[in-house]
């Protein structure tokens, strides 16, 4: 079965795959090339099968910068999800939110990002066959996709907020200095992930859709200390309507 879509889970988004029908499950350990997540809420598996009909490829695990101090993790995975002839990769992960009034349980569909991570997956030499050596990432985050999310929410009644994602290396939560800065910026919620997805995903010729499940509100907006444990639970919230929205998403594609 070849994919159309490929869908990358961010932290304790897992319940999607469950969603499948007449699905495989291979883990990474047995695909050359794929990396060993070991982040909790990270499954390491890619799951094929079908998602309202569609025919998906979902990864389970992404590999961070804070795990191997590059952006390469994810360069293998996209590339093969090119190769086995998708055309749209929908990328999602956990996020803090930069609005007060877009909080934990909500989702925001991202139109642009900023790249904090200090480095690009595309560094060294470029494999032309692949993409060009300086590839545009105006309208990385494809318009009519982006309609086709709002439409899908309005349809579900889900609240979709929209804004900019920026991208840290983490593993360290942001300091509320940064989180001021980051405002500044421009930025509407914050991660450690998904940019260096996004590079390859628009460097090899793909669309790119993609929805921030949001956990909390970044350092120094709430009364509440951030951890990990606070991400994966509020992601189970946020969950329930990811779910939804990425169904009727792979319904009308």
């Excluded at 009364?223 to 009308?252: M, P, W, Y």
């Amino acid at each position: 079965m070849t994919p159309r879509v490929g869908i990358v889970l961010g932290s304790g988004l897992g319940a999607i795959a469950e969603a499948l029908t007449d699905a495989t499950h291979t883990p990474y350990a047995e695909l050359e090339g794929f990396p060993r997540p070991s982040v909790a809420g990270h499954g390491g598996t890619l799951s094929q099968g079908l998602l309202g009909g569609l025919p998906v490829a979902i990864f389970q695990g992404r590999k961070h910068v804070y795990e191997t101090g590059d952006a390469y993790g994810m360069r293998v995975p996209i590339r093969w999800l090119k190769e086995a002839g998708a055309e749209t990769l929908f990328l999602t992960n956990a996020a803090g939110s930069l609005n007060a009034d877009v909080g934990p349980g909500r989702l925001m569909a991202i139109s642009d990002h900023i790249n904090f991570l200090g480095v690009n997956p595309l560094t060294g030499p470029n494999d032309d066959a692949v993409g060009p050596r300086f590839p545009s990432l105006r309208d990385a985050y494809d318009p009519e996709l982006r309609a086709k999310l709002h439409a899908a929410a309005t349809g579900l009644d889900i609240n979709l907020a929209e804004g900019v994602y920026l991208a840290t290396a983490g593993p360290t939560f942001e300091t509320p200095a940064e989180i001021r800065a980051f405002r500044t910026l421009g930025a509407d919620a914050v991660g450690m992930s998904t940019v260096p997805e996004v590079i390859l995903a628009r460097h090899a010729g793909l669309r790119v859709a993609a929805v921030s499940a949001i956990t909390n509100l970044a350092e120094g907006m709430g009364g509440e200390e951030l951890s990990h444990e606070q991400t994966l639970r509020n992601a189970e919230v946020a969950a329930r309507d990811l779910v939804r929205l990425v169904l009727k998403f792979a319904e009308d594609y």
